[in-house]
C-alpha cells in the first residue's frame, strides 16, 4: 500500500507514519528529510535533488511519506498514493501538541532537529497559520477533485479506526477494476 499522510505542523503526521509503518510492514518517509540535508549544518537541496530523492522512494511496491509539502515537487505523492490521509486538527489541539513536543525536547525525552528556543515554538505557530491560509485550500481542492482516495481525520482518532478505513478504501479500489 501506498499512503501519503498531510497534515500542518504539530498534527501529529510522523507519529501516524510510525504507527502505519510498524502494522503494515513498510518503511515510511518524511519530506522534511527530503528537503533538508541533516548533517552538521542543515542544507536545503534543489528541487531538482529532492524530485530525484523522492522518485527514487517511489519506485518501492509500498511506502509511507508523511509530510506538509505539497510543491512541484511532491506532487508525484499524492498521485500514486492509494490513499491520502490529510490530518485536519482544530488549532487548539495543533499548539497543545506543540507546546507538549517543546517541552519534551527540553527535558530529552524526545529528539530535536532545530534548536529548541521559544522563537522556534512561534514560527512552528506561524508556519501552522501559513498551513491554514495556503495549504489547507489547496487540500481542499484535491479532495474534491478525487474524495475516494483522501482519509480525513478531523479529531485525534484511534489508530485501529485509522486502520480499519484504510483497510476498507483498499477493498473499494480494488474491487473497482
Not at 52 to 58: E, G, R, Y
Not at 69 to 93: R, V, Y
Not at 125 to 138: A, M, N
Amino acid at each position: 500500500m501506498k499512503i501519503r499522510i498531510i497534515g500542518s505542523v504539530g498534527s501529529g503526521k510522523t507519529t501516524l507514519a510510525k504507527k502505519l509503518s510498524e502494522w503494515q510492514k513498510i518503511d515510511y518517509f518524511e519530506t522534511d528529510r527530503i528537503v533538508w540535508k541533516r548533517e552538521e549544518t542543515e542544507v536545503r537541496r534543489t528541487d531538482s535533488e529532492k524530485a530525484a530523492l523522492l522518485t527514487t522512494i517511489l519506485q518501492n511496491e509500498n511506502w509511507i511519506i508523511e509530510g506538509v509539502h505539497l510543491e512541484d515537487w511532491a506532487t508525484e505523492s499524492i498521485t500514486q498514493a492509494d490513499a491520502i490521509i490529510f490530518l485536519d486538527l482544530p488549532k487548539k489541539q495543533i499548539r497543545s501538541q506543540l507546546i507538549k513536543r517543546q517541552i519534551k525536547q527540553l527535558l530529552r525525552l524526545e529528539a530535536a532537529h532545530y534548536p529548541i528556543r521559544l522563537t522556534m515554538l512561534k514560527k512552528m505557530f506561524y508556519w501552522d497559520e501559513l498551513f491554514e491560509k495556503r495549504t489547507k485550500p489547496l487540500i481542499t481542492e484535491q479532495i474534491a477533485q478525487n474524495p475516494e482516495k483522501w482519509l480525513v481525520i478531523k479529531e485525534n482518532t484511534n489508530i485501529q479506526v485509522i486502520q480499519k478505513r484504510l483497510l476498507q478504501m483498499k477493498a473499494t479500489q480494488n474491487n473497482s477494476f
